[in-house]
């Protein structure tokens, strides 16, 4: 079936360092993949998608390129802040229906 | 607007119990999904409705486990009896069109 793998956490880093969170996918069919992020407190918000292959979903300062050759979809930052701090979850919908596929998210820290 | 509201944020029950959890989705929203996310797992889908229907519960892990949204607007989640296992994140979502997804925060059930 269709799924998501994402690296485990927590990953911490110091501010201003360059962020990687890897994203691989399993689906048949061309799905249309996401970031969603959990600040503390907070529901899901979406923070960036892509939907199809080469497309490159940015917002925030972060970014993901749709990669279909290696099924992946990296989340990328250059200079990370304190306030991203955060759970991130790789995510995937199928045209097939309406449901949503969440990696088992990876938790973010900080330092300042 | 207002945003999808759940409550309660958190609930701590014993073995056997039940509890009902609560999603307000945001107004005119007809579709309403709910999404669980058990400790160090996946986010995994339960159960969307249209309106006041049932549009697939697949996600339902079994019959302890009643959904319901009367009138299509709130939504109720029934836990009866819970069981050590039910405990995570309890994640309901509402939109309009599947790229408009809005989660709410969560409701935290833990079951001792």
């Known amino acids: 079936g269709d799924s998501v793998t994402q690296m485990e956490g927590p990953v911490t880093l110091s501010e201003e360092a360059f962020l990687t969170i890897n994203c691989t996918y399993t689906?048949?069919?061309?799905?249309?993949l996401f970031w969603y992020v959990q600040y503390p407190g907070e529901g899901l918000q979406l923070l960036l998608k892509?939907?199809?292959?080469?497309d490159k979903g940015s917002n925030k300062g972060f970014e993901a390129t749709y990669r279909k050759e290696t099924t992946s979809f990296h989340l990328e930052k250059g200079s990370v802040q304190v306030s991203d701090s955060a759970v991130y979850f790789c995510?995937?919908?199928?045209?097939?229906?309406?449901?949503?596929?969440f990696g088992k998210g990876t938790r973010l820290h900080i330092l300042p | 607007e207002a945003g999808v509201t759940q409550f309660p944020s958190h609930s701590v029950i014993e073995k056997g119990q039940t509890v009902t959890l609560r999603c307000d989705p945001i107004?005119?929203?007809?579709?309403l999904y709910w999404y669980r996310r058990v400790m160090g797992k996946e986010i995994k889908f339960l159960l969307h409705?249209?309106?006041?229907?049932?549009?697939?519960e697949s996600g339902m892990p079994n019959n302890r486990f009643l959904a319901e949204r009367t009138g299509g607007t709130y939504s109720t989640l029934k836990v009866q009896p819970a069981e050590l296992e039910d405990s995570g994140v309890y994640f309901c979502?509402?939109?309009?069109?599947?790229?408009?997804?809005?989660f709410g925060s969560g409701t935290r059930l833990t079951v001792v």
């Open positions: 979502a509402s939109s309009q069109r599947i790229y408009g997804y809005t």
């Open positions: 689906a048949t069919g061309y799905p249309s």
């Open positions: 892509a939907t199809k292959a080469d």
């Open positions: 995510a995937l919908t199928t045209n097939r229906d309406d449901k949503i596929i």
């Open positions: 107004s005119g929203h007809d579709n």
């Open positions: 409705f249209v309106k006041e229907s049932k549009q697939d």
